[in-house]
């Protein structure tokens, strides 16, 4: 008589793949809810980019006044979006624009991504450059805002 050969996994190798399978998800869900985070953050940082351009423009046609910029006579859209609210310059000091995030996650929300005007020979000279802040931690902040 012939005996016929069982094929298939046993309990033990089945059990083996599903703890790996869980290990692998218990790692990659906090990891996928980080990047999700950072990639709302970066429509903030998009928002702060539009504005800029409207600041440094009234700046160079307003006699690089800069305390007289504010959210009124910045020539930004201060429509909020999606996941951003509240668009203020000048506020925050001199040229500061500052957006807050809203519908993003409960530690995100409320916070601000803010951009600081740099002046290469002091004030009343021309915008040399940004500086990224806030209050936004790190680790949700853009690239080239961190």
Not at 19 to 39: E, H, M, T
Not at 68 to 77: F, K, L, Q, R, V
């Amino acid at each position: 008589m012939q005996t016929k050969k069982q094929a298939g996994f046993t309990l033990i190798e089945l059990m083996i793949v599903v703890a790996i399978v869980g290990i692998l998800a218990a790692v990659a869900i906090p990891a996928y809810q980080d990047y999700i985070k950072r990639s709302k953050v970066s429509e903030l940082a998009a928002t702060l980019a539009a504005c800029k351009t409207s600041v440094a423009e009234t700046y160079a046609s307003n006699g690089n006044n800069i305390a007289s910029i504010d959210t009124a006579n910045s020539g930004c859209n201060t429509d909020g979006s999606q996941y951003t609210q509240n668009l203020t310059v000048g506020s925050s000091g001199p040229g500061v624009i500052s957006v807050q995030a809203t519908n993003i996650a409960t530690d995100v929300n409320n916070l601000t991504l803010t951009l600081t005007p740099q002046f290469a020979g002091g004030a009343g000279t021309a915008i040399s450059g940004w500086t990224c802040g806030g209050t936004i931690p790190p680790e949700y902040k853009p690239a080239n805002c961190r």
